[in-house]
């Protein structure tokens, strides 16, 4: 009886040590849950890009270019543009959350097409003032209550011959925005 009554004691005590070690190798921790929520970002058109009214060159070649800043220049024997034209860079608002990075995407060149009968393409090469085409911020901080903004001057220029087609020209030029 001594035996059975020595052994029920030892595994009483085997299991209390067993559930104190197990009890003492227990861990727990915590962790921080966060997140920022931010407003949309968005470009929005405010002017169109306009070359004006151009009397193409009457012998070879020649240039039409408009800077960000709307200064036009053309080039060729005998081509100008006429003084009664109006042009414009084009202009861009980029809003969003302030001070958050974002990626601007221009189309490098566009195409216009002649829309009268006579037919015949333009290729703008475009420019942008923005310098930041892939590496842009928005103005403020996070959190303002005024969205962030960029604002944004494109222009270009394309070349221009003696035998390019008279005629309205029209094209479209893409614009986009995404944040980083």
Same mark, same amino acid.
């Given at each position: ?20 070690? =197990?009890?003492?190798? #227990?861990?727990?921790? $915590?962790? &921080?849950? *966060?997140?920022? !929520?931010?407003? +949309?970002? /968005?470009? @929005? ?10 009397v193409r ?7 039409? =270019?408009?800077?960000? #800043?709307?200064?036009? $220049?053309? &080039?060729? *024997?005998?081509? !100008?543009?006429? +003084?009664? /034209?109006? @042009? ?82 029209a ?10």
């Open positions: 009886m001594k035996i059975i009554l020595a052994m029920a004691v030892s595994a009483i005590v085997l299991g209390a040590a067993a559930s104190a070690f =197990a009890a003492g190798n #227990t861990s727990a921790t $915590t962790a &921080t849950v *966060t997140t920022t !929520i931010i407003r +949309p970002i /968005s470009v @929005t058109k405010n002017t169109d890009l306009k070359f004006g009214t151009i060159p009457s012998t070879s070649s020649g240039t039409v =270019a408009l800077s960000t #800043t709307n200064v036009p $220049t053309v &080039t060729g *024997t005998g081509a !100008i543009l006429l +003084p009664s /034209s109006t @042009t414009s860079a084009a202009n861009f608002t980029v809003s969003g959350e302030g001070g958050q990075a974002f990626t601007l995407v221009i189309d490098p060149t566009v195409t216009l097409t002649n829309t009268a009968t006579s037919g015949g393409t333009l290729t703008v090469t475009t420019v942008n003032d923005a310098a930041c085409t892939t590496a842009c911020a928005l103005s403020g901080a996070l959190g303002d209550v005024a969205n962030g903004a960029k604002v944004v001057n494109v222009a270009g220029s394309f070349p221009l011959t003696s035998l390019t087609n008279t005629g309205a020209y094209g479209t030029m893409n614009v986009s925005v995404t944040y980083n």
